[in-house]
């Protein structure tokens, strides 16, 4: 549902700026909130309203058909590429600069539950990675890249805000990266390791510090992903919407800024359940539901992989639900060129 209305419009851009600027006021897990919010208000008005149209749109004369989730909730409002990233990107920037003292038992550059307000610095930056995070999308889909514009947008924005503000690419790399018993010994560093204005803040960390403790085991991951991906698989079924389940999945965010302990984050889960669920048109209820679950299982143990590698030895925020999502619409859009699925919501114009 990634929108590009014109890689130099102005206005666009305008609206880009504000939606990372706005991610970085609300913290990047509010802005992601309200994202599935408003995907699932509009997939909900799509889906009853019997509206079509594909849920890709790469010309600017095509913006009156995207409709609310693909302008606001998936597109340059709210969209995880805009204000999710603009806000990741701002936190890194304050994490860097100590603009956050809180209670986060990681660095605070991960701390995407903390809005930061009217900050002006903050601001620009999130504004300026909004309009990153849209280029980004635009680019990709104009080239048919074979992925989730969105969610590739979002992986690409969280490496180049650890460039720009010197925080390591992939963090510490002399530990075991899939390890996570650091975390559960409640192993931490005994001094400061690192440089800068942020120095201070990396001593006492832990070791190893994981996405979501609660959420980091293999198996209770795969299980989790079998259960959204069924759900996901027969909400698309039901509705015909690739998006609902994702956008369901994605407001469950506003609970976890809100401090509801061990909610768990499902999203990833739920949209590539969906998408695969749907590329099968010639198969039973029963059949797209289940193939929804295996991608969900496929989902959540991909992003559990990437929290491991990319965010647990890391100093800022890498969206392990981004890297899943990428590498499971990867996968529908080689089985779609392969024959295997029908569908329309990842291209594949660029594996042609």
């Known amino acids: 549902m990634a929108v590009d209305g014109g890689l130099l419009a102005i206005d666009v851009l305008l609206v880009a700026f504000a939606g990372g600027a706005v991610g970085a006021a609300l913290g990047g897990y509010a802005a992601y909130g309200l994202a599935g919010l408003v995907v699932t208000v509009g997939e909900i008005a799509r889906v009853t309203s019997g509206a079509g149209g594909s849920p890709l749109v790469a010309d600017s004369a095509d913006l009156a058909n995207a409709g609310v989730t693909g302008l606001v909730g998936y597109g340059p409002v709210l969209g995880p590429h ?16 100590g603009h956050l003292d809180t209670d986060f038992p990681y660095h605070e550059a991960k701390h995407l539950a903390a809005p930061l307000g009217p900050r002006p610095g903050a601001l620009a930056v999130g504004g ?24 590739a947008s979002v992986v690409v924005s969280a490496l180049l805000h650890r460039a720009v503000f010197g925080y390591p690419l992939l963090g510490r790399l002399d530990t075991d990266l899939l ?6 010994d409640g ?14 803040s990396l001593a006492g960390r832990y070791v190893v510090e994981p996405w979501l403790p609660y959420q980091s085991e293999w198996l209770s991951v795969g299980i989790l992903g079998l259960v959204v991906g069924v759900f996901g698989g027969f909400v698309a079924v039901a509705t015909g919407s690739y998006f ?50 295996a991608f969900g299982v496929l ?9 491991r590698v990319l965010y647990a030895h890391a100093d800022t925020h890498l969206d392990p639900p981004s890297v899943a999502i990428v590498v499971t619409t990867l996968l529908v859009a080689l089985l779609d060129l392969a024959g295997v699925f029908q569908q329309a919501a990842v291209p594949t114009v660029g594996l042609a």
Do not use: C
Not at 82 to 97: D, L, W
Not at 179 to 184: A, E, N, V
Not at 256 to 264: D, H, I, M, Q, S
């Open 82 to 97: 805009v204000a999710f990233a603009g806000g990741a990107a701002a936190a890194a920037y304050a994490g860097r600069k």
């Open 128 to 151: 300026v990675f909004g309009v990153l995070g849209y280029w980004l999308a635009g680019l990709s889909l104009r080239l048919g890249l074979p992925w989730d514009p969105v969610a």
């Open 179 to 184: 390890d996570m018993s650091p975390y559960r």
């Open 187 to 200: 192993d931490r560093r005994m001094a400061a390791d690192g440089d800068g204005d942020g120095a201070r």
């Open 244 to 293: 609902l389940a994702f956008g369901i999945a994605a407001t469950g965010l506003l609970f976890l800024t809100a401090g509801v302990e061990r909610f768990p984050v499902t999203h990833h889960m739920a949209l590539p359940a969906g998408i695969a669920a749907l590329a099968l048109p010639n198969a039973g209820p029963t059949v797209a539901i289940l193939v929804g679950g």
């Open 299 to 307: 989902a959540g143990l991909v992003g559990e992989l990437a929290q």
